[in-house]
């Protein structure tokens, strides 16, 4: 399945994206998980102060 995304995101012609991964920690024990969005290169910036 992610071959299929991939293929969809390289369109000639389309919006490019970008791939955007966050490290959060928890507060409660301390370990980190990571948050991953496909956003278009223009909200980058928006999707890194979420």
């Known amino acids: 399945m992610a071959k299929k995304v991939v293929a969809t995101l390289k369109k000639e012609g389309g919006k490019t994206y970008a791939k ?9 024990t301390g370990a980190y ?18």
Do not use: G, Y
Not at 21 to 27: D, E, F
Not at 41 to 50: F, I, P, S
């Open 20 to 28: 955007v991964i966050q490290a959060i920690k928890s507060p409660k």
């Open 33 to 50: 998980t990571f948050k991953e969005v496909i956003v278009p290169t223009d909200e980058v910036q928006a999707a890194l102060k979420n």
